[in-house]
Each structure stands twice: as structure tokens, then as C-alpha cells.
């Protein structure tokens, strides 16, 4: 047999760092001749059962020849990978390729046996789970499709880790041995499988990370000043419910503790071995962070907090020493959050967690936020607490090298004491994943994101993404769609948080206002419309008008059922002296909560000018009990507690262009949760053929040899489309009037003669298409006209089609774009997408409401549907069109590039008369195989 560098290279790309069931972290890589000290010491850590349920035999130790065996593998029919905690080996997984009878074999016999074996102090984290969905990657990239398993009965984890993957199983029982076969391709189940243990375990890591029951600040200061010191104190002041621990080098040996008793030592490994330190909150120069890193790992700390500058925002250098954070890190089991993070905090009463720089701890309350930014973190944290809001916990990433929005997302999923999230995000790591995460936890709680950074065209520094080629606008068109509430200030992030923690969701767009003030009442009815919301005629209640004024006719607004929401606009009112004056803050604020307590299925915001005392007596009560409880499916709507308090807080706003911002994002977030309840299908076609276009494509990809790919001639792009049911209008060049004579011949009178040079391709005003040719006398006057007004036959390169029944012409695009994915897109060809940019956009696969809404999306829809009396065209024909693209993108991830152009939409059917397709080399897909964690 092949030795491995003559078979295949070392496969580094199998190389991945995994988060673990208990949130830990460990690191899957090929085992090589190079890991025998390893497999034996890893070995003698087994337990005899387990040895015996690996052999079916007593096996106390590995003979040579079994070490030989165990670390030689060819990388393509016999595979050993194994799972590292410090450069240790804690688990390995084998497979070796096998033949109908069970002997080993070579390619291409497609089945393998697999087996796994796990160190008996590590197993219930979902180590073999993990090894699972990766060693069924690397078979499946083998050619492998199927995997054969033998398990003692005994064996009832091993049996139970096959079960529950979610493949498709044959399960038989033979001379005291269960075999067990399943295929290798992803199913609905086992990805359904995949994605729930990704979101138990992320959570974990990060909960880990939030909720600890100690914490070491490694850096505190000999004397009050200095991060570290600020930091500890903060801790203490905030009341860490767990113990603290200070340290530093430079600490005297006979310094016990500093002040308010925190022990102090000179090294995290001086803390007792009995007390577990389970955060680490580093505070000290770059230089010195590996050595504190290295101490954390080998005393056992779970995670790490860097506050530490120095890194990628510094330059090329400091990214280098932020990977080689990463990586040491990682390969202790921890995650990090950082480095120069702001730091985190968690205001449960069972935690109380103020490890961060803020200069005060934030009350408690049901807001989760998340900064990439230090500063922008200490803007939000003020502007919250000023507003009156709580929050529930608070990330400052900084360069987020490891933890990011993703994994807060996954913690907050389920998290009751989160009912919405906020995110400041300057870049997002894996966007694709992102959208998915932000859908499923949209569908239980709002997510709502400012993006910074948006405009530059090029990630911030110290973040290690690729930047998107799509515009801004078409990002922004994909969060939405995926159900994020995505705003443009930091000032409209805490706006909409304000609305969205303390009220329940509208049913719909009616807007009720009603106030002490006219002008006030008109400018909110303004506002509303410019929202797309629809205001109701405003109700003015005079100046004059009293708490109780206020209490009546909020209370009956609210019981009205002509209304969704209320904005109650008030302003200083008249006193009986006629002179203006400020009202009791407190009376009104009682009226208008316990008005609101009547009938809470309704939001209510209030718009005030000049009436400091009332925003502040409405952000006083705020609700400290949880509001709901997640669950996996969506909530009914709207989202409201069945009984709720009094004290619920209502949001103030000091202009009525907020209030309706606010609300217009609440209103169409409710309209995506009851969409998201269903919604749609990816439609399953007939005629489609898969596997045949997969062999195309790889034959075209190896034949052109050209690692950034290539685009695809005329006759091949047509001949993939067909595959998908597309079919593509036939061409065919008249390089002279002669061919386009024979053209014509061919395809039958009228045609078409048009020129296909980019400077006057798909432009008929420029007068570079002649339609109805009805004969031959006609075309080649078409012709002679062409070549005489816009140049040689050679460059115009002209060409001849068949007509096509009348209709609107469209424009269909697919792209992988190197950070959002795989969108597709949809316009009107012409000026109204390519200069006025009425293009709409979904994220592939699309569904067929999807595909229903994406051509409903653009401004010029009207004319597909019979604007002002014109016939309405075929659009089943076109979201079905859509929907086979979508396939042909989402199953073959070398197409990265597919243009219909033009798509001519008649009352009957449609015609695709022009496309080109590129394809590249499959880029790399962080969203689909095995868990991983990025790599940075």
C-alpha cells in the first residue's frame, strides 16, 4: 500500500477547534507517525472496559505493530483522527475503507468501518458526537458513503452516540455483536441534530464565561489605580457573588490581601488546588499575556476575559500574536473573550459579574448587549442607564479573536432573562451563520444590530473577516430578511431596545396618538406615515388636560380595537392662572402605567418635550421578574406576559421621529415573526438532475485548470441550466449577413438581430436590437444598418435569436459573495436596477415565499402585476424560475456566479434570453459540515 506522502498530502484543512457539550474547548486533527508517544500514553489512560469495548477483548496495552497501525494512515481509505486537550490526546476515531465482504479495500468501494474510543475522564462531554459529524466529513470528501459499526451490546453509550446522530440506520445482531450501517449523507434529522448540540454547547461556552463562581484578575495593580485594580474593584463593588482572587508578579510574598479581603497572590498556581478558578480577567502588557495564558491553562481555568492592547488593532505583528492567543487558548480548553475587550458583566442577583471597565453597574433588567467596541460599549451602557433600562448581561469583544456575537446569540436563544438583544457589530465573522442564529433566536426575541464600519469597504482593524463585495443595502436586505431589526444609530439601537424590552409587539400598523398638544399630535402623525405606519386622526386633549384626563382616554384608546399601538404626546400643560407649568412627573407617569396595565396587549410610547420629570418617573419601574419563557417554536402574537406588572416600564422619546421609528421596526418585526411561523418550502423539482451537473461541473473545473476558475461558453452554461430546467433561448452568431441569414433559417422567421458588445449589450434604446424581422430582406437591412452606425461586425458581434411573446423584461443573479453567501437577486432589467438600484435580494436556498415575496420586494413591482390596466404576466413562471436557480447555487457551491438577462415575463410563461454562469473552485463553507469553531 501507498505510504501517505504518495497517496495524498497531510490534509491540514481537517485541522478544527471544537466547542464541547460542558462548553469547553478541544482540537480535532489527523493522528501521524509522528503521534506514537501519544496513542500510548492516551492509551494507558483508558479504563479496561473501555479497552474492552473498543476490542471485544482484554487488551491491556498496544504492541508495536498496533501503534504502527494506529498512527500510519494513508489519508484516503484508512483515516485516524483524534481529539487534543494541551497537546493530549483525550479521544480517536478510525476508520479504514472496506469491500462487500468486510475486507479492506481501495477506491472505489465506498463503505468503511468506523470505531471510536474515548478517555474515560472526558466522555459524556460529546467527544464522540463531535468525532462523528467530523470523521463522516473526511469519509464522505473520500468518496466513503456509507459507515459500518460494530458495538457490544454493553456499549450503550457508543450505541446511543450512533443513534442519535440522526442518519438513517440498518441495525443487526450477529454472534453477540450489534452492526450497524447508515449512510453518510446529511439528512434533515442529523443536520436538525448537528445544530441543536452547536447550540447547547456554544451556549454553555458562553455561560461559562458569564456566570462563574470564581474569578482571578491577573494584573491587579500594588496600589489603586490601573486597569486591573479598576477592574477588581468593580467586582467588589458590584457584589461578585463567587470569590475573586488578585494577582501579580509583583505582589509581596507576605501580602495576603488587599482591601475588602480579596486574597492576593503571586501567580494564578498559588490559588489553593481545592478552589477551581473558573474566570480569568487579564490585565496585563501583550508580552506577558502568553505566560499568563500558559499559567491560567495549566491551573484549569475555564475561560478568559484579555483586556490586554496590542494586538491585531495594532498591525500586522499584533495578529500574529493575537492567532497564537487563539490557538494557546484553545488548546488548554478555554475560550476567550478579546483581546482588547472592554469586558463583561451579568446582573442576575445569583452572579452580579461586573468584570468591566464601566464606571457603574447597569441595574438589572431584560436587555443582552453586545459591543465590538469599548467605546461605543460605554456609550450604550450610558444611554440605557439614562434612559432607564436594565440589562441582563453585557459583551465587549474588542477584537473578538474567539467569542463573538454568534455565541451570545446562541446563549441568549434561550436565556429567560434576555427578551431582547442589541449588538453594535463592526464586521461579522461567519455571516452565513449569523442569519441562521439570528433567524431561530428572531423567533422567540428581537435581535436588533447597528452595523459601524459599513461604508469602508474593508473589515476594521484588528478583525480578521473578509469584506463583503455586496453593497451595504443588500446586506441590510439579508439581516432583515432574516429577521434582524437593523438600525442606523447607536442612538435608534437603544430607541428600539427600549420599546421592544418593555412592551409587547404590535398586531399591526394602526397608530393611535393622542395628547396634550396639537402641533406635537401632527407632527407624530407625520412621523408615523413617513414609517409606513397608519396613524389615526390625532386626538388632542388641550393643554389643559390632567392625569386623569390622561388615564380616561388612554385607558379607552387602548380598549378600542380600531388600534394596534399608542403614542401619548405630552408636553408642560396650563395652569388655571394661564401661565405654563410642569406637571407632576409621578402623577402622570401612575396614570398613564396603570392605564396601560388595563389592556396590555398593546404597546405604548410616549413622546414628551420639556418634561424631564415624566421620562424619569416612566423609567423608574421597570419590570425585575422574567417576562416569558423561550421555547424553540415561535410565540403566539403578540408577544406579551399573560399578567403584567403595573410597573412596566414605558419608553420615553424626546422627539416623535424616534417614538415612530421605534415603533414602525416593532411593527415589522411582528409581521416577520408571524411569517417566520411558516415559512415556505424548498421545493423539490423532477426534472432536475443533480449528479449529472455535479460531473459536469467537475469535468469543466478540471479541464480548465485555473484556480480562480473560470466563465463558462455560451453552449456549457446553457447546457447546466438545462440540467436545473432552464432552458436558454437559442443564439447563434452572425459574424456576417450571410450566418445571420442561415440563423434565421434555422430558427424560423421573425427573429431578432442584436449585438452583444458590453458597451451595447441589453441596450435597445441605443438602437443595438432590431425585433420583428419577418424575412430575409428585412435582416439583412438590419444588418447593413447595425455595422454602418456602430462599427465592424467584429466588434458589434452580432447575433440572431428567435422572438419571444412581449412581455417585462427582468433580470435574475445569483452570487457567493466571500462573507454574506449565497444571495440571489431580482430586478426589472434596465434603468430601474442598474441605475436607480431597485434590485431585491434573498439569501439562498430560497423558499417559494421567498421566491413570492423577493419579486413582490421592488419598488417597480406594479408592472409585473398590471399597473394602470396593463396585462399582468406570468409570475409563477418567474418565482419557479427563481426557485430552480436557487437549487442549482445551493447544491453546487462552484457555481458562484449565475445572470439571466434578460428574462422577458409574458402573460404566458417566460423566456431566458441570454446567461452566463462562472464557477470556481468551491469556496470554503464555515456554515455546513462538522461544528467548528473559526479560525482566525
Given at each position: 500500500?501507498?505510504?501517505?506522502?504518495?497517496?495524498?498530502?497531510?490534509?491540514?484543512?481537517?485541522?478544527?477547534?471544537?466547542?464541547?457539550?460542558?462548553?469547553?474547548?478541544?482540537?480535532?486533527?489527523?493522528?501521524?507517525?509522528?503521534?506514537?508517544?501519544?496513542?500510548?500514553?492516551?492509551?494507558?489512560?483508558?479504563?479496561?472496559?473501555?479497552?474492552?469495548?473498543?476490542?471485544?477483548?482484554?487488551?491491556?496495552?498496544?504492541?508495536?505493530?498496533?501503534?504502527?497501525?494506529?498512527?500510519?494512515?494513508?489519508?484516503?481509505?484508512?483515516?485516524?483522527?483524534?481529539?487534543?486537550?494541551?497537546?493530549?490526546?483525550?479521544?480517536?476515531?478510525?476508520?479504514?475503507?472496506?469491500?462487500?465482504?468486510?475486507?479492506?479495500?481501495?477506491?472505489?468501494?465506498?463503505?468503511?468501518?468506523?470505531?471510536?474510543?474515548?478517555?474515560?475522564?472526558?466522555?459524556?462531554?460529546?467527544?464522540?458526537?463531535?468525532?462523528?459529524?467530523?470523521?463522516?466529513?473526511?469519509?464522505?470528501?473520500?468518496?466513503?458513503?456509507?459507515?459500518?459499526?460494530?458495538?457490544?451490546?454493553?456499549?450503550?453509550?457508543?450505541?446511543?452516540?450512533?443513534?442519535?446522530?440522526?442518519?438513517?440506520?440498518?441495525?443487526?445482531?450477529?454472534?453477540?455483536?450489534?452492526?450497524?450501517?447508515?449512510?453518510?449523507?446529511?439528512?434533515?434529522?442529523?443536520?436538525?441534530?448537528?445544530?441543536?448540540?452547536?447550540?447547547?454547547?456554544?451556549?454553555?461556552?458562553?455561560?461559562?464565561?458569564?456566570?462563574?463562581?470564581?474569578?482571578?484578575?491577573?494584573?491587579?495593580?500594588?496600589?489603586?489605580?490601573?486597569?486591573?485594580?479598576?477592574?477588581?474593584?468593580?467586582?467588589?463593588?458590584?457584589?461578585?457573588?463567587?470569590?475573586?482572587?488578585?494577582?501579580?508578579?509583583?505582589?509581596?510574598?507576605?501580602?495576603?490581601?488587599?482591601?475588602?479581603?480579596?486574597?492576593?497572590?503571586?501567580?494564578?498556581?498559588?490559588?489553593?488546588?481545592?478552589?477551581?478558578?473558573?474566570?480569568?480577567?487579564v490585565a496585563v502588557p501583550a508580552a506577558r499575556v502568553p505566560e499568563a495564558v500558559a499559567a491560567c491553562g495549566e491551573r484549569g481555568v475555564r475561560g478568559l476575559v484579555v483586556l490586554s492592547a496590542g494586538y491585531a488593532e495594532s498591525g500586522p505583528e499584533g495578529l500574529v500574536r493575537q492567532r497564537e492567543l487563539v490557538r494557546q487558548a484553545r488548546s488548554y480548553g478555554m475560550r476567550l473573550i478579546g483581546p482588547n475587550a472592554f469586558g463583561i458583566i451579568n446582573t442576575s442577583p445569583d452572579v452580579r459579574l461586573g468584570a468591566s471597565l464601566a464606571p457603574a453597574m447597569p441595574r438589572a433588567g431584560r436587555i443582552g448587549l453586545f459591543t465590538q467596541s469599548g467605546a461605543i460599549g460605554i456609550a450604550l451602557l450610558a444611554g440605557l442607564t439614562r434612559r432607564g433600562a436594565g440589562l441582563s448581561t453585557f459583551v465587549s469583544a474588542g477584537n473578538r479573536a474567539d467569542v463573538s456575537g454568534n455565541d451570545l446569540l446562541q446563549y441568549w436563544y434561550d436565556d429567560p432573562d434576555t427578551d431582547?438583544?442589541?449588538?453594535?457589530?463592526?464586521?461579522?465573522?461567519?455571516?452565513?451563520?449569523?442569519?441562521?442564529?439570528?433567524?431561530?433566536?428572531?423567533?422567540?426575541?428581537?435581535?436588533?444590530?447597528?452595523?459601524?464600519?459599513?461604508?469602508?469597504?474593508?473589515?476594521?482593524?484588528?478583525?480578521?473577516?473578509?469584506?463583503?463585495?455586496?453593497?451595504?443595502?443588500?446586506?441590510?436586505?439579508?439581516?432583515?430578511?432574516?429577521?434582524?431589526?437593523?438600525?442606523?444609530?447607536?442612538?435608534?439601537?437603544?430607541?428600539?431596545?427600549?420599546?421592544?424590552?418593555?412592551?409587547?409587539?404590535?398586531?399591526?400598523?394602526?397608530?393611535?396618538?393622542?395628547?396634550?398638544?396639537?402641533?406635537?399630535?401632527?407632527?407624530?402623525?407625520?412621523?408615523?406615515?413617513?414609517?409606513?405606519?397608519?396613524?389615526?386622526?390625532?386626538?388632542?386633549?388641550?393643554?389643559?388636560?390632567?392625569?386623569?384626563?390622561?388615564?380616561?382616554?388612554?385607558?379607552?384608546?387602548?380598549?378600542?380595537?380600531?388600534?394596534?399601538?399608542?403614542?401619548?404626546?405630552?408636553?408642560?400643560?396650563?395652569?388655571?392662572?394661564?401661565?405654563?407649568?410642569?406637571?407632576?412627573?409621578?402623577?402622570?407617569?401612575?396614570?398613564?402605567?396603570?392605564?396601560?396595565?388595563?389592556?396590555?396587549?398593546?404597546?405604548?410610547?410616549?413622546?414628551?418635550?420639556?418634561?424631564?420629570?415624566?421620562?424619569?418617573?416612566?423609567?423608574?419601574?421597570?419590570?425585575?421578574?422574567?417576562?416569558?419563557?423561550?421555547?424553540?417554536?415561535?410565540?403566539?402574537?403578540?408577544?406579551?406576559?399573560?399578567?403584567?406588572?403595573?410597573?412596566?416600564?414605558?419608553?420615553?422619546?424626546?422627539?416623535?421621529?424616534?417614538?415612530?421609528?421605534?415603533?414602525?421596526?416593532?411593527?415589522?418585526?411582528?409581521?416577520?415573526?408571524?411569517?417566520?411561523?411558516?415559512?415556505?418550502?424548498?421545493?423539490?423539482?423532477?426534472?432536475?438532475?443533480?449528479?449529472?451537473?455535479?460531473?459536469?461541473?467537475?469535468?469543466?473545473?478540471?479541464?480548465?485548470?485555473?484556480?480562480?476558475?473560470?466563465?463558462?461558453?455560451?453552449?456549457?452554461?446553457?447546457?447546466?441550466?438545462?440540467?436545473?430546467?432552464?432552458?436558454?433561448?437559442?443564439?447563434?452568431?452572425?459574424?456576417?449577413?450571410?450566418?445571420?441569414?442561415?440563423?434565421?433559417?434555422?430558427?424560423?422567421?421573425?427573429?431578432?438581430?442584436?449585438?452583444?458588445?458590453?458597451?451595447?449589450?441589453?441596450?435597445?434604446?441605443?438602437?443595438?436590437?432590431?425585433?420583428?424581422?419577418?424575412?430575409?430582406?428585412?435582416?439583412?437591412?438590419?444588418?447593413?444598418?447595425?455595422?454602418?452606425?456602430?462599427?465592424?461586425?467584429?466588434?458589434?458581434?452580432?447575433?440572431?435569436?428567435?422572438?419571444?411573446?412581449?412581455?417585462?423584461?427582468?433580470?435574475?443573479?445569483?452570487?457567493?459573495?466571500?462573507?454574506?453567501?449565497?444571495?440571489?437577486?431580482?430586478?426589472?432589467?434596465?434603468?430601474?436596477?442598474?441605475?436607480?438600484?431597485?434590485?431585491?435580494?434573498?439569501?439562498?436556498?430560497?423558499?417559494?415565499?421567498?421566491?413570492?415575496?423577493?419579486?413582490?420586494?421592488?419598488?417597480?413591482?406594479?408592472?409585473?402585476?398590471?399597473?394602470?390596466?396593463?396585462?399582468?404576466?406570468?409570475?409563477?413562471?418567474?418565482?419557479?424560475?427563481?426557485?430552480?436557480?436557487?437549487?442549482?447555487?445551493?447544491?453546487?457551491?462552484?457555481?458562484?456566479?449565475?445572470?439571466?438577462?434578460?428574462?422577458?415575463?409574458?402573460?404566458?410563461?417566460?423566456?431566458?434570453?441570454?446567461?452566463?454562469?462562472?464557477?470556481?473552485?468551491?469556496?470554503?463553507?464555515?456554515?455546513?459540515?462538522?461544528?467548528?469553531?473559526?479560525?482566525?
Amino acid at each position: 500500500m501507498q505510504n501517505a506522502s504518495e497517496r495524498a498530502d497531510y490534509p491540514a484543512h481537517w485541522e478544527a477547534d471544537i466547542v464541547l457539550r460542558d462548553g469547553g474547548t478541544a482540537r480535532i486533527r489527523p493522528i501521524t507517525a509522528a503521534d506514537a508517544d501519544r496513542l500510548v500514553s492516551f492509551y494507558e489512560q483508558v479504563s479496561d472496559e473501555s479497552k474492552y469495548y473498543r476490542f471485544f477483548a482484554p487488551y491491556p496495552r498496544l504492541s508495536a505493530k498496533d501503534v504502527h497501525r494506529f498512527t500510519h494512515h494513508d489519508f484516503v481509505d484508512r483515516v485516524g483522527l483524534a481529539v487534543t486537550i494541551g497537546g493530549e490526546f483525550i479521544a480517536t476515531v478510525r476508520y479504514d475503507r472496506i469491500d462487500a465482504t468486510g475486507r479492506a479495500a481501495s477506491a472505489p468501494a465506498d463503505e468503511a468501518e468506523v470505531a471510536f474510543l474515548v478517555q474515560d475522564a472526558h466522555q459524556g462531554r460529546g467527544v464522540a458526537s463531535a468525532l462523528l459529524e467530523h470523521i463522516a466529513a473526511v469519509a464522505r470528501e473520500r468518496s466513503i458513503r456509507r459507515f459500518a459499526a460494530e458495538v457490544l451490546p454493553a456499549n450503550n453509550k457508543m450505541i446511543k452516540v450512533f443513534r442519535d446522530a440522526g442518519y438513517e440506520q440498518k441495525r443487526t445482531f450477529e454472534d453477540g455483536v450489534v452492526r450497524l450501517e447508515f449512510d453518510l449523507e446529511p439528512t434533515d434529522e442529523s443536520l436538525a441534530v448537528q445544530r441543536a448540540r452547536e447550540q447547547r454547547a456554544e451556549a454553555r461556552s458562553a455561560q461559562r464565561l458569564l456566570a462563574p463562581g470564581s474569578v482571578a484578575v491577573i494584573g491587579v495593580g500594588r496600589s489603586p489605580g490601573g486597569v486591573g485594580r479598576a477592574v477588581l474593584q468593580n467586582l467588589v463593588t458590584c457584589g461578585f457573588t463567587g470569590r475573586l482572587y488578585a494577582v501579580n508578579a509583583a505582589f509581596a510574598e507576605d501580602q495576603a490581601a488587599l482591601e475588602g479581603g480579596v486574597p492576593a497572590h503571586r501567580s494564578v498556581a498559588e490559588i489553593a488546588s481545592d478552589e477551581p478558578v473558573d474566570l480569568a480577567i487579564v490585565a496585563v502588557p501583550a508580552a506577558r499575556v502568553p505566560e499568563a495564558v500558559a499559567a491560567c491553562g495549566e491551573r484549569g481555568v475555564r475561560g478568559l476575559v484579555v483586556l490586554s492592547a496590542g494586538y491585531a488593532e495594532s498591525g500586522p505583528e499584533g495578529l500574529v500574536r493575537q492567532r497564537e492567543l487563539v490557538r494557546q487558548a484553545r488548546s488548554y480548553g478555554m475560550r476567550l473573550i478579546g483581546p482588547n475587550a472592554f469586558g463583561i458583566i451579568n446582573t442576575s442577583p445569583d452572579v452580579r459579574l461586573g468584570a468591566s471597565l464601566a464606571p457603574a453597574m447597569p441595574r438589572a433588567g431584560r436587555i443582552g448587549l453586545f459591543t465590538q467596541s469599548g467605546a461605543i460599549g460605554i456609550a450604550l451602557l450610558a444611554g440605557l442607564t439614562r434612559r432607564g433600562a436594565g440589562l441582563s448581561t453585557f459583551v465587549s469583544a474588542g477584537n473578538r479573536a474567539d467569542v463573538s456575537g454568534n455565541d451570545l446569540l446562541q446563549y441568549w436563544y434561550d436565556d429567560p432573562d434576555t427578551d431582547v438583544a442589541l449588538m453594535y457589530l463592526e464586521s461579522i465573522g461567519n455571516p452565513r451563520k449569523f442569519t441562521r442564529l439570528a433567524r431561530r433566536t428572531g423567533t422567540v426575541k428581537p435581535v436588533v444590530v447597528v452595523q459601524g464600519a459599513r461604508h469602508s469597504g474593508a473589515a476594521p482593524t484588528g478583525h480578521a473577516v473578509q469584506a463583503t463585495r455586496i453593497p451595504h443595502e443588500t446586506v441590510s436586505a439579508l439581516l432583515r430578511q432574516a429577521g434582524v431589526i437593523r438600525v442606523d444609530t447607536v442612538t435608534e439601537l437603544v430607541d428600539a431596545g427600549l420599546l421592544l424590552a418593555g412592551q409587547p409587539l404590535p398586531a399591526g400598523p394602526r397608530i393611535a396618538i393622542l395628547g396634550n398638544s396639537e402641533s406635537l399630535g401632527l407632527l407624530t402623525y407625520d412621523a408615523c406615515l413617513a414609517q409606513g405606519l397608519r396613524p389615526l386622526q390625532p386626538r388632542d386633549l388641550t393643554t389643559a388636560a390632567t392625569p386623569d384626563d390622561f388615564r380616561a382616554a388612554l385607558t379607552a384608546t387602548l380598549a378600542d380595537g380600531a388600534c394596534d399601538a399608542v403614542v401619548v404626546t405630552a408636553i408642560p400643560w396650563v395652569k388655571e392662572s394661564g401661565t405654563m407649568g410642569t406637571p407632576e412627573g409621578e402623577a402622570l407617569a401612575t396614570a398613564l402605567r396603570e392605564a396601560a396595565a388595563i389592556a396590555p396587549a398593546k404597546p405604548v410610547a410616549v413622546v414628551q418635550v420639556e418634561l424631564g420629570s415624566l421620562a424619569e418617573a416612566l423609567s423608574a419601574a421597570t419590570r425585575t421578574g422574567p417576562r416569558r419563557v423561550p421555547h424553540p417554536e415561535p410565540d403566539p402574537l403578540p408577544a406579551t406576559p399573560a399578567e403584567p406588572l403595573p410597573g412596566t416600564a414605558i419608553p420615553t422619546y424626546p422627539a416623535a421621529e424616534r417614538a415612530a421609528r421605534a415603533l414602525g421596526e416593532a411593527v415589522k418585526y411582528a409581521q416577520w415573526r408571524r411569517e417566520a411561523a411558516d415559512p415556505g418550502k424548498v421545493p423539490e423539482f423532477d426534472d432536475i438532475d443533480e449528479k449529472g451537473a455535479a460531473d459536469r461541473i467537475t469535468a469543466l473545473l478540471e479541464a480548465a485548470g485555473h484556480p480562480r476558475g473560470l466563465e463558462l461558453a455560451h453552449a456549457d452554461a446553457h447546457d447546466l441550466l438545462k440540467r436545473y430546467g432552464i432552458d436558454v433561448h437559442p443564439t447563434y452568431p452572425a459574424p456576417d449577413p450571410d450566418e445571420a441569414v442561415r440563423a434565421a433559417d434555422a430558427l424560423g422567421y421573425p427573429v431578432a438581430l442584436k449585438t452583444t458588445a458590453p458597451h451595447l449589450r441589453h441596450r435597445a434604446d441605443l438602437g443595438g436590437v432590431r425585433l420583428d424581422l419577418a424575412n430575409e430582406e428585412q435582416l439583412r437591412a438590419a444588418y447593413g444598418e447595425l455595422t454602418e452606425t456602430f462599427g465592424k461586425p467584429e466588434e458589434l458581434r452580432p447575433v440572431v435569436q428567435a422572438m419571444v411573446p412581449r412581455g417585462v423584461d427582468t433580470v435574475v443573479r445569483s452570487v457567493i459573495d466571500p462573507a454574506a453567501g449565497a444571495v440571489l437577486s431580482f430586478g426589472l432589467a434596465g434603468a430601474p436596477s442598474e441605475l436607480l438600484g431597485d434590485t431585491a435580494h434573498r439569501l439562498v436556498p430560497a423558499t417559494d415565499r421567498d421566491a413570492a415575496s423577493l419579486i413582490r420586494a421592488i419598488r417597480t413591482a406594479p408592472l409585473l402585476f398590471g399597473w394602470r390596466g396593463s396585462a399582468p404576466v406570468d409570475t409563477r413562471a418567474l418565482e419557479e424560475l427563481l426557485l430552480r436557480v436557487s437549487r442549482l447555487v445551493d447544491d453546487h457551491p462552484e457555481v458562484v456566479a449565475v445572470a439571466l438577462e434578460p428574462v422577458i415575463v409574458a402573460q404566458q410563461g417566460l423566456s431566458v434570453l441570454s446567461a452566463s454562469v462562472r464557477l470556481a473552485p468551491p469556496p470554503a463553507r464555515t456554515d455546513v459540515g462538522p461544528r467548528t469553531l473559526p479560525t482566525y
